[in-house]
């Protein structure tokens, strides 16, 4: 890349990346709502299989060359990480504890990609974005509710918050390796793999639709299919953010998607903020217009 084009590809890096971030809170958004009526691995699992459907259909109008199998092994990876992300996620959401797996997801699972891109990757972002990446984790916390909460529903949840960000870092460090030439067919073979994962971890977790009308049932299952393509359309945002962008700029703009499921639970559902998530959604926006102008 020259010098002239870098800018340039930046920009449409980070737009990327916040395409990624609106189509992940809309997913969650969704999810959530949908985990809360019936079984979240029921969730999870068809949020997945409406993923790969659609990766699967628009996959070979994005490249028509044949994947290498490193790169489908690398989105395989990925989708391990997303699997484990939205099972925990959701189970965390339908417990009714938002507040805390959010923070705790989003925080841990831009946390070790960053550290790793600087570390291990060599990135080096130019001083104003660290400053927009260092003030964004505490606004995404902020963001979410700022709060762990106590008892023992507060505690598992926090649980599933650590292992959902742990797959959350998994799956953005894993899909950012495979190479631009596969197009979006890693992003389909980590649905793939989520689809069993999803499945085997619902299963072991025996989660269920419960008792509950099959009208209402089957809008909850479309709800849960158009969250796994939104989810799709986040992660493909991502992956060609990664190849303009920084990875940790990236992964740290792509996980702004608390603020989408806090606003709509403010116009949609009549929710309430806290001031303090007030004070994240300025810190958050204030983050994202350092690190687009960086």
Excluded at 101 to 110: D, I, L, M
Excluded at 156 to 164: K, M, Q, R, T, V
Excluded at 214 to 237: F, K, T, W, Y
Aim: positive net charge; hydrophobic residues 55%.
């Amino acid at each position: 890349m020259s010098d002239a084009q870098r800018p340039t590809n930046l920009i449409v890096g980070t737009l990327l990346a916040l395409v990624s971030a609106l189509s992940y809170g809309l997913s969650d958004f969704l999810g959530g709502v949908a985990s809360r009526r019936v079984g979240f691995g029921r969730v999870a699992l068809l949020g997945q299989l409406g993923g790969f459907v659609g990766t699967a259909l628009v996959g070979p109008f994005v490249s028509q060359t044949v994947p290498q199998p490193m790169d489908l092994w690398w989105g395989a990876l990925s989708g391990v990480g997303t699997g484990i992300a939205m099972t925990f996620l959701f189970r965390g959401i339908s417990r009714g504890a938002m507040s805390v797996v959010v923070p705790v997801s989003a925080v841990g699972g831009v946390a070790l990609p960053v550290l790793i891109g600087t570390v291990l990757l060599g990135e080096r972002p130019a001083p104003l974005a660290w400053a927009g990446i260092v003030l964004a984790l505490p606004a995404l916390w902020l963001v979410a509710g700022g709060t762990t909460g106590t008892g023992p529903i507060a505690g598992a949840a926090i649980g599933d918050g650590l292992i959902a960000g742990l797959g959350i870092a998994v799956q953005y460090l894993a899909l950012a390796q495979a190479a631009p030439a596969a197009g979006i067919w890693p992003v389909t073979a980590g649905r793939a793999a989520a689809v069993v994962l999803v499945a085997l971890l619902a299963w072991q977790l025996a989660s269920g639709s419960g008792d509950i009308a099959p009208a209402q049932r089957h809008r909850n299952d479309l709800l849960a299919a158009c969250s796994g393509i939104l989810a799709a359309v986040a992660l493909v945002s991502y992956l060609f953010a990664t190849r303009t962008q920084y990875l940790a700029v990236a992964v740290v703009l792509s996980s702004l998607y608390p603020i989408v499921p806090v606003i709509l639970g403010v116009s949609a559902l009549k929710e309430q903020l806290r001031r303090s998530q007030v004070i994240g959604l300025a810190a958050a926006l204030i983050a994202s217009t350092i690190i687009a102008t960086s």
